[in-house]
């Protein structure tokens, strides 16, 4: 499978309890949208009833053959407001024209299978609820078949079903409305046989997505499009530099602005509350605010990096340490060491982070887009002195996560729940987007110090790693579950301590720096900045023994054939054996994360220093499949995401306060300087892989290593400047 195109209500009163629910476009193009429903979000759980048949929490049928598929993890673009449904819907043998979906809420029964939590992330949610959307929809389709069966007095097996309806032979048929009632009367096995995959006629084909309508025609709700009865706005002033403290404020001009309701002290700075953002925004302004600066108030980037360069010098914890390294470095013919820098990065949301709060004092409300939905939930009850079970969390639509809305302090959340217990009414608290940029959480800035030597026929025979950088891992409800004792973060190492390639003496070491810049998980995490830093030494060994790049890969892949079928399907559709035209240069880069196996190939030229990138060639498998369209689009979406941080992002300290703080410094590449983009997909019945962030690791390696191809200059620090780069 290969794609290629350029990118470019009325709230009821009183203590009643209230349901949030924004049912999706249906894919006949029906709408129900943003409106309350008492109760609502009950019915994914709730028993027998006339008009729905529910046999189990993941899906609904109604009289009016409507199939309501919950969704338990969070759409932010990934499509699985489409792919977890097609899994059902595929073994329901549903109508696809009547499938909806619905955002499932906070409970047990919607944990991820490996986290043991409700979340999003980790490129998680496809391969783990394959088998679990597939039993459900199979489960749901064997009571329907049963009770058909009962009505007409005859064996199940001697029915079918097909989109919506259950049949008898050629004359009796009853559609899946018609049975609800019954069905809901049958016992839901404890065993289901699931399709044959020659069978399929949803699952590996590209269905179009159930969310594009809404969001064509601007009904889709985003965390940020919630509105409540009576409800305010809130935004805050937040120290400049992280761990200063606030030691007074004067608000006597702010205060008697326009709109202004209440302007009140919380955790996280100096709240306004107001009857709008902007009036919010711009009596926050008004403010005046005297900060403790702390101990970061003279922190540098640029001294850090001096700092991590001088760590790199010595000895590490030790990741990996297979033969002998330094010996076989001592005696390789040739030799070459190289240290690779990458910054902070920030997630960069479309939507910048925002929550609203109705606290009441035996119940709380929470409207997010969340990743955590558990974690964020606990903490929110928390901070409301209330049980779990008296706070809800609705998950409205994200706009954009990349892990950001994981945050395993659940800051936004939490300082919502803080607001709104001063606000004394629904609250929404909305970050500007100078705020989310300094609002820290960042990737963490890391740096690669490698050597390496080949023998005299030009193969590797040595390999050192030493990385220096922040845990993202340390101090999370992770740690334990992904440390496991490890005197390092496996998150910092991840894609150089399972390097593919056939080096007989390979070391990594890891150490960790303490910094007080609060960092956690971003889009691919580890391995964008790992990948860049094997996939272009890897180049600079192929230099050093003379030999083409691809070449080089191949001979060191050859019992890799994962890792092959991706560079040698990238390569021939590159066309790596035909020549470009004159100054372009041709970049390659393989690498496994998340269960998936990528290549890049890119095409750049350089023009008085000016990179422009001119075609972008990826192949992933990850293995089974369900939705290529999505694939195609999360894949070339992680090319845009990875060569926009190669070409122009970082975030930068100077006395303790970021440097950048809005999109023309910390830029997103643009329509016009996008590349044309194929992607590839490799027709596999292994395992599901993971697909949202292993489009992301490849594109800087291959963008660097195309811009030596056509300069002759080495790329060893992102972003990419090449009047900071040096020839080598």
């Given at each position: 499978m290969?794609?290629?195109?350029?990118r470019a209500a009325t709230e009821p009163t009183g203590m009643e309890r209230r349901e949030f629910i924004k049912m999706s476009v249906t894919a006949s193009g029906g709408l129900l949208l943003g409106f309350y429903v008492p109760g609502a979000a009950k019915l994914a759980s709730s028993g027998p009833s006339a008009n729905v048949f529910v046999p189990n929490a993941f899906v609904r049928i109604g009289t009016d053959e409507r199939v309501t598929v919950i969704v338990n993890h969070s759409e932010m673009g990934q499509g699985v407001y489409t792919s977890l449904p097609m899994l059902l819907a595929e073994e329901l043998d549903a109508d696809w024209t009547k499938v909806s979906f619905e955002s499932a809420p906070v409970d047990p029964k919607y944990n991820h299978p490996a986290f043991g939590m409700q979340m999003t992330g980790g490129s998680s949610s496809v391969w783990s609820g394959l088998e679990q959307f597939r039993q459900a929809g199979a489960a749901a389709r064997a009571m329907l078949l049963a009770a058909a069966a009962q009505q007409w007095n005859v064996d199940a097996t001697v029915c079918r079903t097909e989109s919506g309806t259950v049949f008898n032979g050629s004359t009796r048929k009853l559609t899946y409305g018609q049975l609800v009632g019954a069905a809901a009367k049958q016992t839901p096995p404890s065993q289901v046989q699931l399709k044959d995959p020659k069978t399929f006629k949803l699952i590996g084909k590209p269905i179009k997505r159930l969310d594009t309508p809404e969001k064509l025609n601007g009904s889709a709700v985003f965390g940020i499009d919630v509105k409540l009865p009576g409800m305010v706005?809130?935004?805050?002033?937040?120290?400049?530099?992280?761990?200063?403290?606030?030691?007074?404020?004067?608000?006597?001009?702010?205060?008697?602005?326009?709109?202004?309701?209440?302007?009140?002290?919380?955790?996280?700075?100096?709240?306004?509350?107001?009857?709008?953002?902007?009036?919010?925004?711009?009596?926050?302004?008004?403010?005046?605010?005297?900060?403790?600066?702390?101990?970061?108030?003279?922190?540098?980037?640029?001294?850090?990096m001096e700092e991590f360069r001088g760590r790199a010098k010595s000895p590490g914890k030790t990741v990996r340490n297979d033969g002998d390294a330094a010996s076989a470095l001592a005696n390789a013919a040739k030799k070459i060491e190289a240290v690779y820098e990458v910054p902070y990065l920030s997630h960069l949301m479309m939507e910048p982070l925002n929550c609203t709060v109705d606290l009441r004092p035996d119940s709380c409300e929470v409207w997010t887009g969340s990743q955590f939905q558990t974690i964020d939930r606990a903490n929110a009850a928390k901070v409301a002195g209330l049980p779990n079970e008296k706070v809800q969390l609705h998950t409205t639509l994200l706009g954009g996560g990349f892990g950001r809305r994981a945050n395993p302090q659940s800051d936004f959340v939490v300082e919502a729940v803080h607001v709104a217990k001063a606000a004394g009414a629904p609250v929404k608290v909305i970050w500007t987007r100078e705020d989310d940029m300094a609002g820290g959480w960042y990737r963490p800035a890391f740096l690669h110090a490698i050597e390496g030597g080949v023998d005299a026929t030009g193969n590797p025979v040595s390999w050192s790693s030493r990385l220096v950088g922040q845990s993202i891992m340390a101090g999370t409800p992770?740690?334990?579950?992904?440390?496991?004792?490890k005197e390092y973060d496996p998150a910092s190492v991840e894609g150089v301590d399972d390097l593919p390639y056939a080096i007989p003496n390979l070391r990594v070491e890891s150490h960790r720096a303490d910094i007080n810049v609060p960092v956690q998980w971003l889009r691919s995490v580890g391995h964008s900045h790992t990948a860049f830093a094997t996939e272009c030494f890897i180049d600079e060994l192929a230099g050093l023994a003379g030999k083409d790049p691809y070449q080089f890969r191949r001979e060191l892949l050859s019992k890799q054939p994962r890792h092959l079928g991706v560079l040698d399907l990238a390569a021939q559709k590159a066309r790596w054996d035909k020549p470009l035209p004159k100054g372009v240069g041709r970049g390659i880069a393989v690498h496994f994360a998340f269960g998936s196996y990528a290549a890049n190939v890119a095409e750049v030229s350089v023009t008085d220093g000016k990179v422009r990138l001119h075609r972008i060639v990826c192949a992933i498998d990850c293995g089974q499949y369900v939705n290529p369209g999505i694939i195609a689009a999360q894949t070339e979406g992680g090319a845009i995401f990875g060569a926009s941080a190669a070409l122009f992002q970082e975030l930068t300290f100077e006395n303790g306060r970021l440097q950048q703080t809005n999109f023309h410094t910390f830029p997103v590449m643009r329509m016009n300087e996008c590349p044309e983009i194929e992607t590839h997909i490799v027709e596999s019945t292994e395992k599901s892989g993971g697909v949202g962030e292993p489009g992301v690791p490849c594109a800087a390696p291959a963008i660097a290593n195309a811009i030596f191809a056509v300069t002759g200059r080495r790329i060893r620090r992102l972003p990419i400047r090449l009047a900071e780069t040096e020839a080598v």
């Open positions: 290969s794609t290629r195109r350029k706005t809130a935004v805050i002033a937040r120290p400049p530099i992280f761990g200063a403290t606030m030691k007074s404020f004067d608000d006597s001009r702010a205060r008697s602005m326009p709109g202004v309701r209440k302007i009140v002290a919380v955790p996280a700075g100096v709240a306004v509350i107001a009857d709008s953002f902007w009036q919010a925004k711009m009596a926050r302004e008004a403010l005046r605010v005297d900060w403790d600066e702390g101990s970061m108030r003279a922190f540098s980037t640029t001294q850090m992770f740690e334990g579950m992904m440390m496991k004792g």
